[in-house]
Each structure stands twice: as structure tokens, then as C-alpha cells.
Antibody, heavy 117, light 108 residues
């Protein structure tokens, strides 16, 4: 069974940092591109970042570019999102999602990040 | 940046048909994917590449895409179809993924 499990969310002060992780199982992780997508409370889905299978290609949404860094460790079947200079508007549930030719399937259960003083 | 617009809500009686639109500039030239999200759960892919269904998704879910509008159609709506639905495309001009604004489907 394909499974994605996020971790690392929590409460952080504005300007602080947090590192999210996504553990993948049930498929050949190194063969797939991966993404982070977030959802603010009561709001819609917002794509955050993309990383290709070999990490050679990376994209970011304009709202996080320069503050967030996506990475992966294929030996550990893990995806990461380093979030710096966090703002209140970064408060959201963060999902990791496997990419299959420009679509996302499946998604993890999400981890909540709350930016507040 | 590319924008996808969906109606905020759609209401439908059980057994009837729900149609959810996703508007975007020349969206007919893109592949559109649709996700269902129930409260407290992660999104689930229900239609991909405009009109194909993943395994396990009922035939009641179908899609179409032409011109400036893509449509997700749910036939013979059931109470369990009550959820938020999002369209999604890849915008090659910006190397960004784009989600629609989302539509809440309420079963009366």
C-alpha cells in the first residue's frame, strides 16, 4: 500500500523556522517527483513546492520562494520542507503528495503548522 | 499567473446530477485533474486528464474540458458525495501548479 506520513508540524513564533518531513512507503520513492501542498484553516488548496525524482529540478510558489527549501533523501525514502522566516499567513495543514505526470496521488494525512506569538 | 475559478457552492438533491465548473483561460488546452476532499481528510483524486477515473472511483464521476471551462459531473448523487471539490492544472508558462478556488457540494 502506498503511504505518505508527514511529521514536524507544530507551533512556531513569527520569524521562526520549522522542518517538515514526509516518510514514503509502498512504492519506489526514488522514481517519483514529489510536492508539498498546503491548506490554511477554512481555505482552499495552495501548491507550495515541487522536486523531481533526482532533485535536479525544483519549483516554488511565489509566496514561499526564498524562505522555504524542498529536499529529499532517496536512500531514506523521505521528503523534507525547511521553512524559514515564517509568517502568520503560513499557518496551514501541509500535505506531501506523490506526483504522477502533473497530478497528485496519493496525499499524506497532513501536518499542522501554526505561526503565532 | 494562471487562475482557475470555481463556484463556491453547489447544492443537489440525492439521485440528481451535480455539475461543478472550473474556468480558466483556454483551459481546454490543458489537462485538468479533480480532487475530492471530505472534512478532516486529505484530498483524493477522482478524475484525471480531463475525463479519466482512477481505479476505485465510481463511474458516477465524469469530466469534460473544452474552451475556457472544465466540468466535473457527479451523476446519481449520494449523501457520501458531500465534500469540497478542487480542479488542478499545470501552468507551463510559470512552472507552477494551480488549484481552483474550490466548490462545496451539499446534498440536500
Amino acid at each position: 500500500e502506498v503511504q505518505l506520513v508527514e511529521s514536524g508540524g507544530g507551533l512556531v513564533q513569527p520569524g521562526g523556522s520549522l522542518r517538515l518531513s514526509c516518510a514514503a512507503s509502498g512504492f519506489t520513492f526514488s522514481s517519483y517527483s514529489m510536492n508539498w501542498v498546503r491548506q490554511a484553516p477554512g481555505k482552499g488548496l495552495e501548491w507550495v513546492s515541487y522536486i523531481s525524482s533526482s532533485s535536479s529540478t525544483i519549483y516554488y510558489a511565489d509566496s514561499v520562494k526564498g524562505r522555504f527549501t524542498i529536499s529529499r533523501d532517496n536512500a531514506k525514502n523521505s521528503l523534507y520542507l525547511q521553512m524559514n522566516s515564517l509568517r502568520a499567513e503560513d499557518t496551514a495543514v501541509y500535505y506531501c503528495a506523490r506526483e504522477i505526470t502533473i497530478l497528485f496521488d496519493p496525499w499524506g494525512q497532513g501536518t499542522l503548522v501554526t505561526v503565532s506569538s | 499567473s494562471y487562475v482557475l475559478t470555481q463556484p463556491p457552492s453547489v447544492s443537489v438533491a440525492p439521485g440528481q446530477t451535480a455539475r461543478i465548473t472550473c474556468g480558466g483561460n483556454n483551459i481546454g488546452s490543458k489537462s485538468v485533474h479533480w480532487y475530492q476532499q471530505k472534512p478532516g481528510q486529505a484530498p483524493v483524486l477522482v478524475v484525471y486528464d480531463d475525463s479519466d477515473r482512477p481505479s476505485g472511483i465510481p463511474e458516477r464521476f465524469s469530466g469534460s474540458n473544452s474552451g475556457n471551462t472544465a466540468t466535473l459531473t457527479i451523476s446519481r448523487v449520494e449523501a457520501g458525495d458531500e465534500a469540497d471539490y478542487y480542479c488542478q492544472v499545470w501552468d507551463s508558462s510559470s512552472d507552477h501548479y494551480v488549484f481552483g478556488t474550490g466548490t462545496k457540494v451539499t446534498v440536500l
